[in-house]
């Protein structure tokens, strides 16, 4: 097979595990004689004039980087060709860029993209598609896990790990004031992040997007088990956990280049509501982007390696473009078709979710000693 030119970015919020992808991905294309370029910082790196927004990946470039967070080629969200920031009159407007980005690639002579991206990238990369983009493997990124077609996307491990971890040193001190807790971590519209990490932490209460929540089941569950003498409790919220009838709580409404609204400040409002339910002190914490930082988990480092060489594999057997996922442990190329502008979120018959349920968790949609009381 002839050599070929392939470019590789990285867009939207990084996850541990980026910097695997990128040197299994070179290290096999360089195997095959082929030549790799980073694009830097999303697509920037085509589309400003900047003589450094392209990196050749050689050996040299990728070495000992597996193990290591963020990405060594940068990220943005607000870097949707589609919507590109540019100068106006009055400060930055959007503007649709996807054209100049199909002929700088193809001026430049690259037959293939590899597009490490989360669902807004892996839209992006379908829209590209349609523009004029000769080639595309998406790789599932997020520690969101709500990528749709795949068992798991890589980061997703890490957070939990993380988020698991801080559940377990913060019982000490809420069980020693005896206090509600109420941890926050993130997950966009998807409870993953908080039902692992609340079962696997131990919390008490799981708060996600998929089970609208009421009040009164949680307060009633803290009360149930300062009756059983333990006086203290932990709530883990999903940044998109909502109250029955009422709203998403958010910090940033979005804006038109990233048209996402930014989540964030359940866990404070939970607080102050549970503590004047419960007449018990409440206290709320973020972990916010600690969940994303440092290096990933030895599994999903492992996940991120096998994501970066199949890509390339799958250039290499010619099977035109796609994601790379897992499904029942097998790494397969699913349509972007299929995952483009749709989210994975929490099936509620799951097995984690009747899990927390048998073991007494509260979701705050019923009475948490629903299984004890049939
Ligand atoms: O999608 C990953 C994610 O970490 C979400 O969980 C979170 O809502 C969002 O990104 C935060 O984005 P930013 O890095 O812009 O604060």
Not at 18 to 25: F, G
Not at 47 to 75: F, M, N
Not at 113 to 139: F, N, T
Request: net charge negative; hydrophobic share 45%; charged share 25%.
């Amino acid at each position: 097979m002839a050599a070929r030119k392939i470019a590789i970015n990285t867009g939207g919020g990084d996850a541990p595990g980026l910097n695997a992808v990128i040197r299994a991905a070179t290290l096999a294309a360089i195997e095959r004689g082929w030549e790799v370029w980073g694009i830097r910082q999303g697509y920037r790196g085509l589309l400003d004039d900047s003589p450094d927004g392209l990196i050749r990946l050689d050996r040299e470039r990728v070495r000992g980087i597996a193990h290591l967070g963020g990405t060594i080629l940068g990220t943005v969200n607000r870097g949707d060709p589609f919507h590109y920031p540019m100068p106006g009159e009055h400060g930055l407007v959007p503007r649709d860029r996807s054209e100049d980005l199909v002929r700088r690639f193809r001026a430049l002579g690259f037959d293939a993209l590899i597009a490490v991206g989360g669902d807004g990238s892996m839209r992006i990369a379908h829209q590209l598609l349609e523009r004029g983009l000769p080639l595309v493997i998406g790789v599932p990124k997020t520690i969101d896990n709500d990528v749709c077609c795949t068992d798991v996307t890589f980061g997703f491990d890490t957070a939990v790990s993380i988020a698991t971890e801080a559940l377990d040193r913060l019982h000490t001190t809420t069980e020693a004031h005896e206090r509600i807790m109420v941890v926050e971590v993130m997950g966009r519209h998807a409870g993953w992040i908080a039902l692992n990490a609340g079962i696997a932490g131990g919390a008490d209460v799981i708060l996600m997007p998929e089970i609208p929540f009421q009040y009164e089941p949680i307060a009633e569950k803290i009360r149930l088990r300062d009756s059983r003498g333990r006086r203290f409790s932990i709530v883990v919220a999903a940044e998109g956990a909502c109250s029955q009838g009422g709203e998403l709580v958010i910090k940033d409404a979005g804006d038109a280049f990233r048209r996402a609204a930014v989540l964030g400040g359940v866990a404070e409002r939970v607080a102050k509501e549970l503590a004047t339910r419960t007449g018990k002190e409440a206290r709320s914490m973020v972990l916010g982007h600690l969940l994303r930082g440092g290096g990933p988990t030895t599994a999903d480092r492992l996940l991120a390696l096998r994501f970066g060489a199949a890509a390339m594999r799958a250039l290499v057997e010619d099977c035109g473009s796609g994601m790379v996922a897992l499904r029942a442990n097998r790494i397969e190329l699913v349509s972007l078709d299929d995952v483009a502008g749709k989210t994975k979120t929490v099936p509620l018959d799951s097995d984690a979710v009747v899990t927390a349920r048998e073991m007494g968790l509260c979701f705050g949609d019923e009475p948490s000693d629903h299984f004890a009381a049939t």
